[in-house]
């Protein structure tokens, strides 16, 4: 008998092996219209349900990956270490994200993964995805708008990292944060937990960690912020976003052709 998305959502309390499957079909009709056929057969996906520990490597440059990562819950980040050892964080990912689509097609991976916070990820075989984008175009496309958002979001960090100063850059990622924690149904924009330490915000924003807690502490001063250990409070949305030089057109949340 043929599945459905709702057919799951309806269900009492679904299964730890079910919630990969939907969130998964959840994330791909969100970006493009799929038939009902598309949607049975995501949901008999293969995929290996893995939990990480705060700073366990889920892949490592240079590894051979024969699989695509999703995050379930948590935050998992993508870095690159240089030569004299010092970390760039290139991307933040939390529920519902897609964390290395590119090894659907790429055989090595240039880059590291590491679990941020206690994480579950789902890892889907790279063949299968692959199978199914060509069987069914609609996935097909969903995939590559996914990758085509990434794509936009790492646009707009280089731009953040590259012409911003400490205060907009600070303010902008806070900002990136809130709004894509809110679009993944995980809480508000004006309260949220930062999941990062100062060092590790500081090797996202090229910044170092005494520079990112004055630049914090000085929202905090001009009213834009509160903290609480590691809980945000945005006391003034509008401004913050100002501060930020913040728009969310480069998410796309809700574009759908």
């Not at 924003?205 to 000085?218: A, C, D, E, F, P």
Request: hydrophobic content about 45%; glycine content about 8%.
């Amino acid at each position: 008998m043929r599945r459905t998305l709702a057919d799951i959502e309806l269900a009492p309390g679904p299964s730890r092996a079910e919630v990969p499957l939907t969130l998964l079909v959840k994330r791909l009709a969100s970006r493009f219209a799929l038939p009902p056929e598309a949607t049975d057969t995501l949901l008999d996906l293969p995929f290996v349900l893995r939990d990480y520990q705060p700073g366990q490597v889920i892949v490592r440059e240079g590894d051979r990956v024969r699989y695509c990562t999703f995050v379930l819950t948590g935050f998992v980040t993508r870095y690159k270490l240089v030569g004299d050892g010092g970390r760039q964080i290139v991307a933040i990912h939390l529920s519902g994200d897609f964390v290395d689509l590119q090894h659907i097609l790429l055989d090595r991976a240039d880059h590291s993964i590491h679990a941020l916070t206690l994480a579950t990820v789902a890892q889907f075989p790279a063949d299968a995805l692959i199978r199914l984008a060509y069987q069914f175009p609609e996935i097909g496309k969903a995939l590559w708008l996914e990758s085509l958002v990434e794509a936009a979001t790492f646009r707009e960090w280089i731009a953040n990292v590259g012409r911003r100063d400490a205060r907009a850059r600070t303010a902008h990622l806070l900002c990136e944060l809130a709004t894509r924690r809110q679009a993944a149904g995980l809480g508000a924009v004006d309260t949220f937990e930062l999941p990062m330490t100062q060092e590790q915000l500081g090797d996202a924003l090229g910044l170092t960690s005494v520079h990112i807690n004055r630049t914090l502490r000085g929202l905090e001063s001009e009213g834009l912020i509160r903290r609480s250990k590691r809980a945000v409070v945005v006391a003034d949305w509008p401004a913050l976003q100002r501060a930020g030089d913040f728009n969310p057109n480069y998410l796309h949340l809700g574009d759908k052709p």
